[in-house]
């Protein structure tokens, strides 16, 4: 199964403690976690600072279901 995760900061697993602002480990991002004990493919497309879309999003083309 191909699962997209489409979100905010939380999604992307933006590390609020870094000094950069870079992201939690794989084992503390809940995608990355939902991946591992489901065993399906799933896309992390959160981007840090997103807002609720106007409009529908438009997603790659290469993602086929």
């Not at 590390?15 to 991002?29: E, H, I, V």
């Not at 065993?39 to 840090?48: A, D, F, I, L, P």
Request: glycine content about 10%; proline content about 6%.
């Amino acid at each position: 199964m191909k699962v997209i995760c489409y979100g905010d900061s939380n999604t992307y697993g933006y590390d609020p403690y870094s000094w950069l602002g870079g992201r939690n480990d794989a084992d503390s991002r809940w995608v990355d976690i939902l991946a591992f004990e489901t065993g399906w493919e799933v896309y992390n497309m959160g981007q840090n600072g997103r807002e609720i879309p106007r409009s529908v999003p438009l997603f790659p083309q290469t993602l086929t279901c």
